[in-house]
C-alpha cells in the first residue's frame, strides 16, 4: 500500500521561511517523479514545484521561482521543498504527489491529473 505523507507546514511571518517533507512508502520511490501542489480556499490546486526521479530536472512555477527549492534524497524515500521569503499570497494547503514516468508523458509537470499518489498536505499560513 503507497502511503505519501508531507509535514512541516505551519504558521510563518511574511518574509519568513518553511521547510515542508514528503515521504513516500510502499512504491520504488527513484522510480517516480515527484510534485509539490498548493490549494487555497476557492481556487483550483496549483502545480508549485516538480522533481525528476534523479533530481536532475526541476521545474517550478513562475510565482516561486527564485523563493522555493525541491530536492529529494532517494535513499530516504525524502523529497522537501525549502520556501523562503513567503508572501501571504503562499497560504495554502500544500499537497506532495507521485507520478511515474509513463503517466507524464504527453502532459506538463504542473498537470495534477498525471500524478497517481498524494498526500494528505499540510497547511501553510503566511501572515502579513
Known amino acids: 500500500q503507497v502511503q505519501v505523507v508531507e509535514s512541516g507546514g505551519g504558521l510563518v511571518q511574511a518574509g519568513g521561511s518553511l521547510r515542508l517533507s514528503c515521504t513516500a512508502s510502499?512504491?520504488?520511490?527513484?522510480?517516480?517523479?515527484m510534485g509539490w501542489f498548493r490549494q487555497a480556499p476557492g481556487k483550483e490546486r496549483e502545480g508549485v514545484s516538480y522533481i525528476s526521479w534523479s533530481g536532475f530536472a526541476t521545474y517550478y512555477a513562475d510565482s516561486v521561482k527564485g523563493r522555493f527549492t525541491i530536492s529529494r534524497v532517494n535513499a530516504k524515500n525524502t523529497m522537501y521543498l525549502q520556501m523562503n521569503s513567503l508572501k501571504p499570497e503562499d497560504t495554502a494547503m500544500y499537497y506532495c504527489a507521485a507520478a511515474t514516468v509513463p503517466s507524464l508523458s504527453g502532459h506538463s509537470w504542473h498537470e495534477p491529473g498525471p500524478y497517481t499518489y498524494w498526500g494528505q498536505g499540510t497547511q501553510v499560513t503566511v501572515s502579513s
Open positions: 510502499g512504491l520504488t520511490f527513484d522510480d517516480v517523479a
